[in-house]
């Protein structure tokens, strides 16, 4: 894991979550409608979420815990990316096939946040 990889864990989620707030409605079509409250609801949190699992990651101290939150948010936020891909089976190809490429990026996200927690340091 190259000494840098914390880091770019933290800005990856720092992105994700302040583009919650930039682009909710894109967001707020992924919520499943399941859950209960409004999607707006659901997607401003993980908004928040996002963001405090990426100070938790770029902190040291915080880092071991919050990269494990954070492997264990990318397996919780799985349903809302199938609900994407299902969604889009009747978009335009590049819709549908960016959507359905988003499923089997979870697995190295969890892996890659799992690595940041067993070795903080970001060292090789």
Same mark, same amino acid.
């Given at each position: ?19 919650? =707030?930039? &682009?909710? %409605?894109? =967001?707020?079509?992924?919520?499943? *409608? ?5 999607? *707006? ?26 990269? %494990?939150?954070?492997?264990?948010? =990318?397996?919780?936020? =799985?349903?809302?990316? &199938? %609900?994407?891909? &299902? ?6 190809? *590049? ?10 990026? +979870? ?13 903080? %340091?970001? +060292?090789?």
């Amino acid at each position: 894991m190259p000494p840098r990889s914390p880091l770019l864990l933290a800005g990856l989620l720092a992105s994700a979550g302040i583009a919650h =707030f930039a &682009v909710p %409605k894109k =967001f707020d079509e992924t919520v499943p *409608r399941t859950l209960p409250g409004s999607p *707006r609801t659901w997607t401003y949190a993980s908004g928040v979420a996002e963001l405090a699992l990426a100070a938790g990651v770029a902190a040291p101290a915080t880092r071991p815990l919050a990269a %494990k939150a954070a492997a264990a948010f =990318f397996v919780a936020v =799985f349903p809302a990316n &199938v %609900k994407m891909a &299902v969604d889009s089976r009747h978009s335009p190809s *590049r819709r549908r096939t960016a959507a359905f490429a988003r499923l089997p990026l +979870q697995v190295p996200l969890v892996l890659w946040a799992r690595g940041v927690a067993r070795n903080p %340091k970001g +060292q090789s």
